[in-house]
């Protein structure tokens, strides 16, 4: 094959969007949303990711977003009415609380699979929509079984319920008529999360010996602990909350780059297979600059922070073509005209914010 055969094999995403063109957006919502008690989030949400979406190109072409903000706003208002009933009973007796907890936690799935579904499903790339094949049955085992068997295992069990949930969420996406298909193993998983907890634990012996010599230096200088109390409690408040900006900043854009890549590079659609190489001093450094960037803005450079973090991450994607990808596009859409398209009924919901 040669070089030139080889980059028409590749295709890489692209982001077009700009973070001064955001921000009108980004305020206006924000503006709408406070105005109207929270009410506007739902066409606040659509038009935010009609903007990302239709900034994302791919072989030249834009994604769309077609989410139905009453639909969305329906969503929520279940998701809020639980959270009150839940509160309520709580208040009242705990074991009534309980029960709604339970009842609460045996509803989770099937709203998550319904999310999944309605964002899947209002998703599309030259006019072609993606959708959601996955099982009740499946959803269960995956948002319910899985994670509890990660509680009840203290944790052991957390990568491999990463990995189902991923695993659920991939196998059960459609192109058109096409499949995804998801390949990474367990192993996979737990390698990246035994890295991230033994970083974890070094940044946490670190900080502590590095804080508790500040602490006790100032103890002493001060005149002991009687007279400091106020300042020692000050310090280690100041403390905690330091250490998890520092785990913010530093492991989760390790972790972040890590899971975006083993997720990715271990997904097909049918013949088609994708490639990310997402490099974990990359997202240091915009993790760092855009947090000093929100901090000294008061919040006003965030949707700036955005559109920095979704080029990066659109733009070390690419999809290694096996075969022609027009005439792949072009089966699809036969497919589609034979089957009908499908389109997202009136059960749908979206409970994500």
Same mark, same amino acid.
């Given at each position: 094959?040669?070089?030139?055969?080889?980059?028409?094999?590749? =295709? =890489?995403?692209?982001?077009?969007?700009?973070?001064?063109?955001?921000?009108?957006?980004?305020?206006?919502?924000? /503006?709408?949303? $406070?105005?109207?008690?929270?009410?506007?989030?739902?066409?606040?949400?659509?038009?935010?990711?009609?903007?990302?979406?239709?900034?994302?190109?791919?072989?030249?072409?834009?994604?769309?977003?077609?989410?139905?903000?009453?639909?969305?706003?329906?969503?929520?208002?279940? /998701?809020?009415?639980?959270? $009150?009933?839940?509160?309520?009973?709580?208040?009242?007796?705990?074991?009534?609380?309980?029960?709604?907890?339970?009842?609460?936690?045996?509803?989770?799935?099937?709203?998550?699979?319904?999310?999944?579904?309605?964002?899947?499903?209002? %998703?599309?790339?030259?006019?072609?929509?993606?959708?959601?094949?996955?099982?009740?049955?499946?959803?269960?085992?995956?948002?319910?079984?899985?994670?509890?068997?990660?509680?009840?295992?203290?944790?052991?069990?957390?990568? =491999?319920?990463?990995?189902?949930?991923?695993?659920?969420?991939?196998?059960?996406?459609?192109?058109?008529?096409? %499949?995804?298909?998801?390949?990474?193993?367990?192993?996979?998983?737990?390698?990246?999360?035994?890295?991230?907890?033994?970083?974890?634990?070094? $940044?946490?012996?670190?900080?502590?010996?590095?804080?508790?010599?500040?602490? %006790?230096?100032?103890?002493?200088?001060? +005149?002991?602990? /009687?007279?400091?109390? !106020?300042?020692?409690?000050?310090?280690?408040?100041?403390?905690?909350?330091?250490?998890?900006?520092?785990?913010?900043?530093?492991?989760?854009?390790?972790?972040?780059?890590?899971?975006?890549?083993?997720?990715?590079?271990?997904?097909?659609? !049918?013949?088609? %297979?994708?490639?990310?190489?997402?490099?974990?001093?990359?997202?240091?450094?915009?993790?760092?600059?855009?947090?000093?960037?929100?901090?000294?803005?008061?919040?006003?450079?965030?949707?700036?922070?955005?559109?920095?973090?979704?080029?990066?991450?659109?733009?070390?994607?690419?999809?290694?073509?096996? +075969?022609?990808?027009? !005439?792949?596009?072009?089966? =699809?859409?036969?497919?589609?005209?034979?089957? +009908?398209? !499908?389109?997202?009924?009136?059960?749908?919901?979206?409970?994500?914010?």
């Amino acid at each position: 094959m040669t070089a030139s055969e080889e980059e028409a094999r590749r =295709q =890489q995403f692209e982001f077009t969007g700009a973070g001064g063109e955001y921000f009108r957006i980004w305020i206006v919502n924000l /503006a709408m949303t $406070l105005l109207t008690l929270g009410i506007y989030s739902a066409w606040a949400k659509v038009r935010r990711l009609q903007y990302f979406y239709r900034n994302t190109t791919l072989a030249g072409s834009s994604f769309d977003y077609h989410g139905n903000p009453l639909a969305i706003l329906k969503g929520r208002v279940i /998701a809020v009415g639980l959270l $009150l009933v839940y509160n309520i009973a709580g208040s009242f007796n705990i074991a009534v609380g309980l029960a709604v907890l339970a009842v609460l936690l045996g509803m989770a799935p099937w709203l998550i699979q319904r999310s999944i579904s309605f964002r899947l499903v209002n %998703s599309s790339y030259r006019g072609l929509r993606f959708h959601f094949a996955g099982a009740m049955g499946g959803a269960y085992q995956a948002f319910l079984l899985w994670p509890a068997l990660g509680y009840f295992t203290l944790g052991l069990l957390v990568p =491999q319920a990463h990995r189902e949930i991923k695993r659920y969420q991939h196998n059960n996406s459609r192109f058109g008529g096409s %499949s995804f298909r998801f390949e990474a193993s367990g192993g996979s998983f737990y390698r990246i999360y035994l890295k991230a907890l033994g970083m974890l634990f070094l $940044l946490a012996i670190a900080f502590a010996l590095l804080w508790g010599t500040l602490a %006790s230096l100032g103890t002493i200088l001060g +005149g002991g602990v /009687a007279g400091n109390k !106020e300042k020692i409690i000050g310090l280690i408040i100041a403390g905690v909350l330091l250490f998890y900006v520092l785990v913010f900043l530093v492991i989760l854009p390790w972790f972040s780059a890590r899971m975006q890549n083993l997720v990715w590079n271990h997904t097909a659609l !049918e013949q088609h %297979s994708f490639r990310s190489d997402v490099r974990a001093r990359d997202l240091f450094a915009i993790y760092v600059t855009n947090f000093i960037a929100i901090v000294l803005t008061l919040g006003l450079f965030k949707p700036f922070a955005d559109v920095r973090l979704a080029r990066y991450r659109l733009q070390h994607m690419t999809v290694i073509a096996h +075969g022609a990808l027009d !005439e792949f596009l072009a089966a =699809q859409q036969q497919h589609i005209g034979a089957m +009908g398209e !499908e389109t997202a009924d009136l059960f749908d919901v979206d409970i994500s914010f």
